[in-house]
């Protein structure tokens, strides 16, 4: 003899739609990480880009001083200029512009043995509408360092 166990039928009225109000959930849920994920990931490439800028910049000021310092150690004179560095070079896409200027103080005297010179090297990435890196741009990119040298 066989019996069959008959179960009782549940009502599935009330737990109908819970697995998709859990699915849209997990999907609101990955997306915002997603989203968050991807925020954090384009602010850290721009910050390691502008770092990259910052020390091009440096080398592109400190090549401003030497070329100022060749200019008054070899030719004598105390010159100021503003030039691009080289397209095939590091520090390509920078624009440098140099300052020469005399300082001397009337309190020492008028000799001129204890005259000083001051070479500034600005170097920027983005040119201004004047072509000197002495006012800085209002942009996201641009990057400047400033350099300066009493000899």
Not at 16 to 23: E, S
Not at 65 to 85: D, H, K, M, V
Not at 89 to 96: A, D, E, I, L, Y
């Amino acid at each position: 003899m066989t019996t069959t166990r008959r179960f009782p039928i549940r009502r599935l009225g009330r737990s109908t739609g819970v697995g998709l109000i859990t699915a849209i959930f997990l999907l609101v849920v990955l997306a915002g990480l997603g989203v968050a994920m991807v925020t954090v990931f384009t602010a850290q490439q721009n910050s390691s880009t502008l770092d990259v800028q910052g020390a091009r910049a440096y080398q592109a000021a400190r090549a401003g001083i030497e070329w100022g310092l060749y200019q008054q150690f070899r030719n004598g004179s105390c010159s100021s200029a503003t030039f691009a560095l080289p397209m095939n070079g590091t520090p390509s896409g920078f624009t440098v512009a140099v300052t020469c200027r005399l300082v001397h103080d009337p309190s020492l005297g008028p000799t001129t043995a204890l005259d000083r010179f001051v070479i500034t090297a600005i170097a920027c990435n983005l040119q201004p509408a004047g072509g000197s890196c002495q006012v800085p741009i209002n942009s996201v990119d641009y990057v400047q360092r400033r350099i300066e040298v009493t000899i």
